[in-house]
């Protein structure tokens, strides 16, 4: 971030402070190319290393890249530097639900309509692999026309975290609102954990406190292990017979989401949203940030955008989303390669970024290319090098693939197609280090020494 122009990463001026926690602070902010307000998540990398919190940061960006929905809070793009991970989230404007529930007890109509909204924001997360785990009105935001949008999902689980058993295991969220099955720890159905959670927030709506509650937490858990609970008269009995149904104490008996949608009081007024191919990005399925960490060279490549067609000029590229870099490139912006230790360094394959234009990578390129007596070729932007000498498996060639980030800061990925792999790393660390050393802003992979300049991308 530039202090005096409050300027981040040339795209978003910054503004007052929204909130802050123990290892981040939330700020609102405005895209300067189209005057958009967002919120931008500001995470201090050493806190979370400090503290073990990696994986729960990695699984959230995995998990807001999942859920496009228009009842959850949307996860723009991550951004990061050598000290600072930044989520550009949706700003939601209309504060927490609790808020609303805080004054007094809801109206029916307004219960049941905030209820139906939370419950296809959940079917949905569901339908896409994600459980949220921590349901609660605090975690339930309104926009300005009053919609709710699910957030924090700092505490969530994908599908691939269930155990052999099918289930999950770690004990999480918040007391009064947590499933008896998950107080147990004998492993639970996130989807059953997070309907208990919702049958929870109706009842709050609409009672103005909560079901189980009392000053001793482990009696509260025994009411809660046991469905103890009792529904004030003023709740109509279609409700009451809901909510018999949802806070069931045993998970196998409990109703599921499909059959709570079906349910006549809850259909009262309920609109489907209708999907179009475009409501959900493309890019979110089948593969997901997680996957993308531990994938290999090949496979972690799969999702790049189609680059144009190159000319001697080359066009202007099309913008590389920080998600497809997020695992691949420097350590300024692997949040894998910055926590733990980069053991694999057999791949032919590096990275490195640069702040120069793309006319001058290019250059750059060819006259390393030509020195070597390498054979260009330029198709779909793609820099093709081939070798004129006879190595140990044939000729060596390598292609250099360039994608642009922002207009101003590249992204270029180097890899052997042909030719024997320690041919392909001496002429990495014998020639085309040394050559580019003038534009690159920062290296990684292929050889055991690919040194990183200090400094944050501004």
Partial sequence: MERRTNILMHRYEMGKLLGQGTFAKVHHARKLKTGESVAIKIIDKEKIVKVGLIDQIKREISVMRRVKHPNVVQLYEVMASKSKIYFVIEFVKGGELFNKVAKGRLREDAARRYFQQLVAAVDFCHSRGVYHRDLKPENLLLDESGNLKVSDFGLSALVESKRQDGLLHTTCGTPAYVAPEVISKRGYDGEKADIWSCGVILFVLLAGYLPFQDPNLSEMYRKISRGEFKCP????????????????????????????????????????????????????????????????????????????????????????????????????????????????????????????????????????????????????????????????????????????????????????TAGDTMEYRKFCDQDLKPSLKDIVWSWQGSGDDLQQQEGDVN
Avoid at 389 to 404: C, H, N, S, W
Wanted: charged share 30%; aromatic share 10%.
């Fill in 233 to 416: 008269n003023w709740f109509p009995p279609e409700v009451k017979k809901l909510l018999s149904r949802i806070l069931d104490p045993n998970p196998y008996s409990r109703i599921s989401v499909s059959s709570l949608m079906e349910n006549y009081w809850f259909r009262k007024g309920f609109k489907r949203v209708e999907y179009a191919a475009s409501d959900v990005n493309k890019e979110d399925s089948p593969r997901c940030i997680l996957e993308m960490v531990d994938s290999d060279s090949e496979s972690s490549c799969s999702r790049k955008k189609e680059i144009l067609q190159s000319t001697c000029s080359m066009k202007r590229l099309p913008s590389f989303n920080a998600f497809d870099i997020i695992s691949n490139i420097s350590q300024g912006f692997d949040l894998s390669g910055l926590f733990e230790k980069d053991t694999n360094n057999s791949r032919a394959e590096a990275w490195f970024t640069t702040q120069k234009p793309l006319s001058m990578v290019v250059s750059k390129l060819e006259e390393v290319a030509l020195t070597e007596s390498f054979k260009i070729k330029k198709l779909d932007g793609v820099v093709k090098m081939q070798g004129s000498k006879e190595g140990r498996k044939g000729q060596l060639a390598i292609d250099a693939e360039i994608f642009e980030v922002t207009p101003s800061f590249h992204v270029v990925e180097v890899k052997k």
